[in-house]
């Protein structure tokens, strides 16, 4: 506020100097004279508080009666009790309340009284007071207006902060949901917070409208707000759920809800928008890291994965879980032969094989060029022998033209103990049915 004063006084100081004034050339030194001063005083008030902090509270005081002062010195070389100085008292006093609160403003108030009635009592005693007392009765109006508006306005403040704290908070919270759900329950806490007093859902799904609506129903008023996602490929938006909001009918009128208020219901729409279009990209990304992009089963990644949580849970359960490995005959062949067009066709025959034959715990995945695995969870030699004769049954049935297309097949069990033991068995298994003839499945 400091620096706001001394730009003021300087202005003051121009005005005395250049303004056509009724004033003489010692009364225009005087005032300007008075400026500096001014200015002077302004700045080591401004410094006091820096060197001596417990001084703050003086400094202030004694700025207010310097700017007191220097509106009554004005006016007095300016026209005295007719001068248009007087009429900065309610600028002061209407500065002073609104930088700092309404007891500074009333002291302004105070200032101001005295200060008119100086000037009035230096000027001619005869004059009454009350026939100058105009700035003095705006001043009082500024004072008595500003000082009730601002605890509003600072309440107002200080509910606005903590509503954008709120969506700040959903914001970072919303980074680090582990689901779905935690960022729906985010949502609605955060809605809550930004509307007291009304029943909020967040629903998810892509039915929703993708337009903002209020509406009355059944005693109540009601808000839907979009939570929207990505542009279908026509232009039009895609709807990924909605907030709404209600509560009961207090009053009439067209608002069911205050302006601002929506405004940050968007914002915390679009940030849950953001939230769920990312989440959705990552798991996107994440199933082509994981999968054949030829075949859409699993990929190596997968399989070890795979077979890594399945070998500690056996290991937990003290049960048992199979491999079966198996590789397309000839494959080679049916590339040279037919091209390279039918054995993709081979393999894609092979892998719906497996998805239609795997049970639903099973995990089916291409682990290499024409090598595919079955992970089997709590199977047996027996069980998982039983799973791999049936995958060899139905890809021989597929035949895919133009080539018939077999399998190779080896099975392993194992009870959490030594999964690479297991996978050289199931491989050297797979080998002895290759080396047998083919099309075949080997378990012991």
């Not at 929703?208 to 979009?226: H, I, K, M, N």
């Not at 009053?251 to 069911?256: E, I, Y």
Request: proline share 4%.
């Amino acid at each position: 506020m400091a620096r706001g004063r001394v730009a003021a006084l300087a202005v003051l100081a121009v005005v005395a100097a250049l303004a056509p004034l009724d004033m003489s050339g010692s009364e225009r030194a005087r005032a300007v004279a008075v400026c500096a001063g001014a200015v002077a005083l302004q700045i080591l008030l401004a410094w006091i508080p820096i060197r001596w902090p417990k001084r703050l509270l003086a400094a202030v005081d004694v700025a207010l009666v310097v700017d007191a002062l220097v509106i009554g010195l004005l006016a007095l070389l300016s026209g005295g009790a007719d001068s248009l100085a007087l009429w900065l008292l309610p600028v002061f006093c209407l500065a002073i309340t609104l930088v700092l609160t309404i007891w500074p403003g009333v002291k302004a108030l105070i200032l101001s009284a005295l200060v008119l009635g100086w000037v009035v009592w230096v000027e001619e005693p005869a004059v009454s007071l009350s026939e100058s007392a105009g700035p003095l009765v705006l001043a009082v109006a500024i004072v008595v207006i500003a000082g009730t508006a601002g605890p509003v306005n600072e309440r107002e403040l200080e509910e606005s902060k903590k509503r954008m704290q709120a969506l700040h908070t959903a914001s970072v919270s919303f980074t680090g949901a582990e689901d779905d759900e935690a960022l729906t329950a985010i949502a609605e806490d955060t809605a809550r917070a930004l509307l007291p007093g009304w029943q909020v859902d967040v629903r998810r799904g892509g039915e929703e409208s993708t337009t903002e609506r209020q509406w009355r129903a059944d005693g109540r008023a009601f808000v839907e707000l979009p939570v929207l996602g990505r542009r279908n490929e026509d232009g039009s938006e895609q709807a990924l759920g909605a907030i709404t909001a209600s509560r009961p009918l207090v009053r009439l009128g067209p608002t069911v809800v205050r302006r601002d208020a929506v405004l940050e219901l968007r914002m915390l729409a679009g940030a849950l928008s953001a939230a769920l279009v990312q989440r959705d990209l990552l798991r996107r990304l994440e199933h082509l890291s994981m999968s054949d992009p030829l075949t859409g089963l699993g990929n190596r990644r997968a399989f070890d994965e795979a077979l890594e949580v399945e070998m500690a849970r056996a290991r937990r359960a003290g049960g048992s879980m199979g491999v079966v490995i198996l590789d397309v005959d000839h494959f080679k062949q049916v590339n040279d032969r037919h091209g390279h067009q039918a054995g993709d066709d081979a393999l894609v025959t092979v892998a719906r094989v497996l998805a239609q034959e795997a049970r639903a715990e099973d995990r089916a995945c291409r682990i290499g060029g024409e090598e595919f695995a079955l992970v089997l969870p709590g199977a047996d030699d027996t069980a998982a022998a039983a799973v791999a004769e049936r995958v060899r049954r139905a890809v021989e049935d597929a035949a895919a033209e133009p080539a018939g297309v077999t399998v190779s097949l080896g099975v392993a069990a194992s009870r959490g103990d030594d999964p690479r033991g297991l996978l050289e068995s199931a491989d050297a298994r797979l080998y002895v049915a290759k080396e047998a003839g083919r099309n075949r499945v080997v378990a012991s």
